[in-house]
């Protein structure tokens, strides 16, 4: 196996989008076709884990949000606005030739660290995370859940 370097942002000149496969087509599709775009229209910034020859292994797309504060749970709801401000785990995959070493957990706990950061400097309340229920064998469209709330930089992130 190759040595693989920290999380960055994709950087569409240098990064190599053409091998990634996660077994997933739209997932890939989308890092190849749309993950750019979405930069350069300040919609979603990708970070991308690449192996020592800057081909892409994993991907994690963030993105601001809001969720309706009648939809939270009570814990995040209580004392927000409305919407409760919010930051995006769009669109996680892992090139499965890397599945099962937990690169996707890594780039999940760095998005983690970087709602932390935000928060500090520009309030952000939770983290929703969306999924293809088909990759969790249910079958289905994607769903939504409020994943993590985030009170301040120094505390521990509950799971809600």
């Given at each position: 196996?190759?040595?693989?370097?920290?999380?960055a942002?994709l950087?569409?000149?240098?990064h190599?989008?053409?091998?990634?496969?996660s077994?997933?087509?739209?997932?890939?599709?989308?890092?190849?076709r749309?993950?750019?775009?979405?930069?350069?229209h300040?919609?979603?910034?990708?970070?991308v884990?690449?192996?020592?020859h800057d081909?892409v292994?994993?991907?994690a797309?963030?993105?601001?949000t809001?969720?309706?504060?009648?939809?939270?749970p009570g814990?995040?709801?209580?004392?927000?606005?409305d919407?409760?401000?919010?930051?995006l785990?769009?669109?996680?995959a892992?090139?499965?030739?890397?599945a099962g070493?937990g690169i996707?957990?890594a780039?999940?706990?760095?998005?983690l660290?970087?709602?932390?950061?935000l928060?500090?400097k520009?309030?952000?309340?939770?983290v929703?995370?969306?999924?293809?229920?088909?990759?969790?064998?249910?079958?289905?469209?994607?769903?939504?859940?409020?994943?993590?709330i985030l009170?301040?930089?120094?505390?521990?992130i509950?799971?809600?």
């Amino acid at each position: 196996m190759t040595k693989l370097q920290r999380p960055a942002l994709l950087d569409p000149r240098r990064h190599d989008r053409a091998q990634f496969d996660s077994g997933e087509p739209v997932l890939d599709e989308w890092l190849r076709r749309y993950a750019g775009q979405n930069r350069r229209h300040d919609t979603a910034a990708t970070w991308v884990i690449a192996d020592a020859h800057d081909v892409v292994v994993a991907y994690a797309s963030i993105s601001m949000t809001g969720v309706d504060r009648s939809a939270a749970p009570g814990v995040v709801a209580k004392g927000a606005p409305d919407p409760v401000p919010a930051l995006l785990l769009g669109r996680l995959a892992v090139d499965h030739r890397y599945a099962g070493l937990g690169i996707g957990t890594a780039l999940a706990f760095h998005v983690l660290a970087t709602a932390v950061e935000l928060n500090e400097k520009a309030a952000c309340r939770a983290v929703v995370v969306t999924f293809s229920a088909g990759l969790l064998g249910r079958g289905g469209s994607d769903s939504a859940f409020i994943h993590s709330i985030l009170r301040s930089p120094t505390s521990s992130i509950s799971i809600s």
